[in-house]
Structure formats: structure tokens, C-alpha cells
């Protein structure tokens, strides 16, 4: 047992990637993946809706409100990108993609759709995995990325306005300049944009520190589908007048309103930022650091990680990257952030020093040099992404109590046996979030049966989450019953005919058709 420190005299604020190294890695996972069948044909049972088809007038009225012909996409070599989501999972047969730079441009939009009843699919980044932000049959897609404004950074309260298209990454950048931290950080940050992050309620790395994005936003501005522009925004934490009608947009993925702009409030970025990445024998061991990192880190705990063997070998072999400890049946990465780096490192170093007394790490290695740091977590972030190169990935968000946290992935990969390739697990445990992963050569009916609604029940069965943070999307509606009683249910629906009565708003998501 030993444990390498590599503590520097630097401390500054952490960036895990620059924006470019992101968009390259995530172009390269997923370069050469297979077109996936129509969503029509692998799910048959979901039936189009009563929509009005786009004709030629349609697209001239469009053109009349963007300006042009420029922003607004017919073409089929255009669109396709539009029509796949990130993981090959889905694909609809959009013939129309529109690109609004402004709020007013999403009302005339949403108004003219709404009154000749023609579906659309508001996307950001189209980094979601649960097929929530691409068109399920011939969808118009409203494309927010042109939306990429940052309004305001105040670094006094904190508060940062933007508009929902921008980038996360350069959100965290920008938030870095003037001294402050952005509450959310995701492996996709390079792609992703903020507005889609709201509409999932994304929870991310941090959330052990700085909880989700219902507490983290501040105030949004929203289009409704008649086209109503509903201003929501805030530029104080405390504002308790009458209903919180943000919370309505946060996390309801474009089903009740497209997310326009919001507020959110950024923490003062940590002068003091340490890394350990740590070797276990077992899962319990596992469970016992996080509780010994809860008690003796305490505040300055900001990220607590869990892998298993087979998901870091699929990172280190996909992206050519080194670990730096030797092979263990599991790892933890833990993260802490402070204002005093003796201070920090006096507490960390202590509680692995006990965590290894009493056996619970076996191995790990400790900095709070920036590039140490980065390519430790890219460990960490390019797991999905390398997972995904096996050839198909069923990839399961879920929430589970900690004792039962990795029973499920053991479950599994006993269920499918030779039809997988790898069957991993690894996440916040921090929060409770397991990402179980099933790769395979290709998608297969055999397995994907096998796989759903086993998963579910499963979760259910432990009173888990079907969803912790990647939303309900496409891939889930039939699988929400498992989370939620009739009564909530049916309070959704109710919720859904009140505020998009012609349903025209990101249909077939979220809610279970009925």
C-alpha cells in the first residue's frame, strides 16, 4: 500500500480540456459509427401524430421570418446531422431545420407551427442520450446553436445571463475570467449548450458541491408553444414571489417551452484544487472512502467518482491514455476544491492516510498540478465516449441507494452473458448516479429485450430513479411508470394539454403516449 503525492506549489483553478480538444475527441468517437435504422421502424409501436405535413409555403414563411433562405435548411445532406442523436440510437426524417438568433424569432416560429399544427424539436448541442433532442418522425427542428450570446457576467453577485445556445465550456471560461466557476461541468461541456442542460436539469460532476440546476438557475425566459415569450428571469437568489414558474422549464426538455435565456448563479472559483485517484479491492471498500471522504473532507468535497476495471480499460485503450496506478477491481476519483491549499492538502493527505491504514484504498496517486490533473480526468470523461466505440452502447442513467449501487451492473452482465461485449458501471456515486453501460457489436433485438424493461423493474425494485440526470427523453416514456405514481402522471398530462394543447411541442418525449 502506498499512496504517490504529487502535490505542486501551483493552485490554480482547474479546466479539464479546452474546448477544441473536446469537439475533437467527441468527432472521433463517434466518426464512423452506422447510420441507425428509422425510429419509426425500430420502435413500430409509436404511432406519428395528427400533425399538418411542412409544404413549400410553409418553408417560405419561415424564410420570411429568418430573414432568407440562410437560416433556414431543406437540404438532405443538411439535415441529416440533425436527424441522428450522438449515440446512434435513434433517427428521424426531419425536412426542415431552423436556426433563430433571437427570442422574438422563436415566438414567430412557435405562433405560425402552432396555429397550422406542425410538430417541432427544439436541440442545442444534440449531446443527450436518451433521444430527447432529435425528431422522432418528420419533426421540424428548431436549432438554437446561432443563440450563443453571453449577455452579462457580474462578478459581484455572481450572476451570468446568457442565451441557451451557448456552448458550456465557453461559459466556464468566460466565468473563469472575472474569478467565478460555472455550477455544472460535463464531459460533453465542449458541445453541449447551457439551455439544453436546463431543459434535462443535466446534474454533472459538481453536483456534490453546488446541487442542481433548479437551485443553480436563477431565472429564464422561455416561448411557449403559441408563442408566448414568458420572462422568468432573475437576477437574485432570494425572489419568493408566488409560484416558481421556472421550475416548470428546468428539466421538462422542451415539452412545455423552449428555453431562450436564463440566469445562473456562479460560485467564486477555488483558489485550492487537489485530485487523488485512488485503487480499491471491492465495491465496499468503495462505499466506505465515500462516507470517510464525506466526514473527514467535509466542505471542500466537490467531486467523488466511482469506475469499475472494465469501463477504465476502455478509456485508456480507445484514447491511447496511461493510468497512473496499477490495474484494481475499482477506482475513485476524488476532487476537492478550497480557499487554502495547505489547509486542503493537510485534509486530504489525512484522510487517505486512514482510508489506507485501514484498508479500504490500496493505491493512489494525489497532485494539484493542472496537467496532472486534466489527464487524470480524462480518464473519467472519455468513458462514455470510448464505450460507444465498441459498436453499440445501451447506455442506463439511473439512481440506486449505495448498498444496492453496483449489484445491478453484476445482475446484468450475468442477464446477457456473450451478447455483450463489456458490461461496465461507473458514476457519481457522490449523488448516488450509476451509469451502467452495455456495449455490443451492434444493436440487437435479442438483447435489447433482455436489457428493458429488466433494468427498470430492477431500479424500481430498490426504489431507484429510471432517470438521474439524463432526462426521460424518447428512449424512457414507457419506462417513467417505474419513477412515478398514476396520480403524478396523470398531473403531467394535465400540466402538458394545459400549455401546448395541440401537443406540437417535442412530442413523443417524456410523457408516455396515451
Not at 239 to 245: K, V
Not at 358 to 370: Q, Y
Request: glycine share 8%; proline share 4%; hydrophobic share 35%.
Amino acid at each position: 500500500m502506498y499512496l504517490r503525492s504529487l502535490f505542486s506549489t501551483t493552485g490554480k483553478q482547474l479546466s479539464h480540456r479546452t474546448a477544441s480538444q473536446t469537439s475533437w475527441l467527441r468527432q472521433f468517437a463517434s466518426g464512423h459509427r452506422e447510420i441507425p435504422a428509422l425510429t419509426k421502424e425500430r420502435y413500430p409501436s409509436i404511432k406519428r401524430g395528427q400533425f399538418s405535413e411542412v409544404s413549400d409555403s410553409d418553408v417560405a414563411q419561415f424564410e420570411s421570418i429568418l430573414g432568407g433562405s440562410n437560416r433556414v435548411l431543406t437540404q438532405p445532406e443538411e439535415i441529416q446531422g440533425y436527424n441522428i442523436d450522438y449515440l446512434g440510437s435513434v433517427r428521424g426524417f426531419s425536412r426542415v431545420v431552423l436556426k433563430p438568433k433571437s427570442t422574438d424569432e422563436v415566438s414567430e416560429i412557435l405562433r405560425y407551427c402552432n396555429e397550422r399544427k406542425l410538430a417541432v424539436c427544439p436541440q442545442g448541442g444534440n449531446t443527450g442520450l436518451v433521444g430527447g433532442s432529435v425528431p422522432v418522425f418528420d419533426e421540424i427542428v428548431i436549432s438554437l446553436q446561432l443563440m450563443d450570446k453571453i449577455e452579462r457576467i457580474d462578478e459581484y453577485s455572481g450572476i451570468l445571463v446568457c442565451q441557451s445556445g451557448c456552448v458550456l465550456e465557453t461559459l466556464e471560461q468566460k466565468a473563469a475570467e472575472k474569478g467565478l466557476v460555472m455550477p455544472l461541468d460535463l464531459g460533453a461541456k465542449g458541445s453541449c449548450h447551457i439551455g439544453g442542460n436546463v431543459s434535462t436539469n443535466a446534474g454533472g460532476l459538481r453536483l456534490v458541491r453546488y446541487g442542481n440546476l433548479h437551485g443553480s438557475v436563477l431565472g429564464v425566459e422561455a416561448v411557449t408553444a403559441d408563442g408566448r415569450i414568458m420572462d422568468l428571469m432573475s437576477n437574485f437568489k432570494k425572489d419568493n414571489t408566488g409560484y416558481h414558474l421556472k421550475h416548470l422549464f428546468i428539466g421538462s426538455e422542451g415539452t412545455l417551452g423552449v428555453i431562450t435565456r436564463l440566469s445562473i448563479f456562479c460560485p467564486t472559483a477555488s483558489k485550492s484544487v487537489n485530485v487523488a485517484f485512488l485503487g480499491l479491492e471491492n465495491y465496499e471498500s468503495v462505499k466506505n472512502t465515500f462516507l470517510a471522504a464525506k466526514q473527514g473532507l467535509g466542505e471542500i468535497l466537490s467531486s467523488c467518482e466511482m469506475i469499475d476495471a472494465l469501463s477504465l480499460e476502455s478509456s485508456t485503450y480507445h484514447f491511447n491514455l496511461q493510468s497512473p496506478i496499477d490495474k484494481y477491481p475499482f477506482y475513485m476519483l476524488i476532487e476537492t476544491s478550497g480557499s487554502n491549499m495547505n489547509h486542503d492538502e493537510e485534509k486530504l493527505t489525512n484522510f487517505l492516510t486512514s482510508a489506507m491504514e485501514k484498508g479500504l484504498v490500496i493505491d493512489g496517486t494525489v497532485t494539484n498540478e493542472p496537467t496532472k490533473m486534466r489527464n487524470i480526468w480524462k480518464l473519467r470523461e472519455l468513458i462514455a465516449d470510448s464505450l460507444i466505440n465498441d459498436g453499440y452502447c445501451f447506455k442506463y442513467d439511473i439512481s440506486l441507494p449505495l448498498d444496492n449501487f453496483y449489484d445491478i451492473v453484476l445482475a446484468v452482465r450475468e442477464r446477457v452473458g456473450p451478447l455483450a461485449t463489456k458490461v461496465t458501471g461507473y458514476g457519481h456515486i457522490g449523488d448516488s448516479n450509476l451509469h451502467l453501460n452495455v456495449s455490443c457489436s451492434k444493436y440487437g433485438t435479442e438483447i435489447h429485450k433482455l436489457l428493458e424493461p429488466y433494468v427498470y423493474e430492477y431500479t424500481s425494485n430498490v426504489r431507484g430513479s429510471v432517470s438521474a440526470e439524463h432526462g426521460i427523453g424518447f428512449l424512457k416514456t414507457k419506462y417513467l411508470k417505474y419513477s412515478k405514481r398514476p396520480e403524478s402522471l396523470a398531473l403531467m398530462h394535465q400540466l402538458k394539454q394545459l400549455m401546448d394543447p395541440n401537443g406540437i411541442l417535442n412530442p413523443y418525449k417524456v410523457l408516455p403516449q396515451v
